[in-house]
């Protein structure tokens, strides 16, 4: 029987659905799992053809017992899946006590030093947004060079087991009840692919329950026109529903925008507004959050002002429009005079030469964090959402107690880094 032109499109889009809901097991164990799922008894390498496996050669550190797979490095475990949200369902711990922390896609942490102990099991939930560049059948995000091979946009979910992991099962539910936080800024924002660079917005991943989304879409060196241009807001408009939020942290880079019509009380407030137009419009909650500070100290203790007048027109526009802010201007202000010149340098990318694999000289950087430093700001932007008093607060794993005048230290920070490195300097400053 010959099918009509409309009957093979319903059966393309109903397997193509099929396809995106389907839920995805996987058991480990060098016995076995006849229950559910797929059975992982061995070290398989991810490939296009099997769709799932260890990523990034680290086959090779995966230890199987009866029911589990342990390593003492990192783990990457990826499994080819189409765009959108995720409830990944994690069943941890093996024959001996582990402790394991969870990075999802471009190293933003899900879970941190879950402890189990000898022959116990945890269970965990977390959600991950999926994406690629792609807006519609002609049109992508235009990604810069560098950023092509980010685990961000490529065609997979990868997870990162490190620490001490042990792992028994992966479940991967497709969800489309999650609230997703969209993330608009550059590179203090963004979802450092590679160590030992970092931002705040893949550090307040682990700050929410798996009822919310993180979908970062910040990227290294992105002013409010560039990141248009390049159609990221565009993408973002396409996919947010009513109910979302659209977070947007810009300033660093629109400073070094000169020419007549531009600057703080230009294009840049013009921007602003059209990005919250376009939020609204899909009846979505636009915050606004100024810049970070940089790390730049006067000789009298006081970190000198660098931003102009761009944190100050933030902050018309949000009354202007009525909009939620966030001041990160001022908290990071405080939060690094706080900790003073010195103490300060622990939170940014600041190494001497050798700290990391093939880094011949000097780290020094006073805008882009490491891991340390981009948990403070994280932790800056909960408070902020908390004295907001937004809904969002209510998908919190627990209420923050942090204050940037009493900052953490440096020396109490514990956090496994991932193996893989790059010495360039994010783009922007």
Known sequence: MKL???????????????????????TFGSVKNNDSGISITDAIAYSKKTAYGFDFNTAQHANFSTNSVSSTESLYFSVALPEGNY???????????????VKA?????????????????????????????????????????RERNYLNWDDKLTLEFLGQPAIQQITITPVTSATTVFLAGDSTVTDQDLEPW???????????????AIANFANSGESLPSFKSRKRLEKIISLIKPGDYLFIEFGHNDEKIKGEGNGAWGLYTNLLKEFITEARAKKAIPVLLTPTQRRAFESNGKLKETHGDFPAAMRQVSKDLNVPLIDLTAMTTVLYESWGDEASRKAFVQYPANTFPGQTKALEDNTHFNSFGANEIAKCVVIGIQDLNLPLQKALLEKLDYDPKSPDTYKNWTFPLSPRFENTKPDGN
Do not use: C
């Open 4 to 26: 009509s032109n409309i009957a093979i499109l319903y059966l393309l889009f109903s397997t193509s659905l099929m396809a995106q809901t389907t839920v995805k097991t996987f």
């Open 87 to 101: 409830n990944i369902d994690l069943v941890l711990g093996g024959d001996q006590a582990s402790k394991t922390t």
């Open 105 to 145: 896609e471009s190293r933003r942490l899900m879970l941190r030093d879950v402890a189990v102990k000898k022959n116990q099991t945890v269970h965990k939930t977390i959600t991950v947004n999926v994406r690629t560049p792609k807006i519609n059948d002609t049109l992508n995000i235009t990604l810069k060079e």
């Open 198 to 212: 970092a931002s705040w917005g893949q550090f307040i991943t682990a700050y929410f329950n798996p009822s919310i």
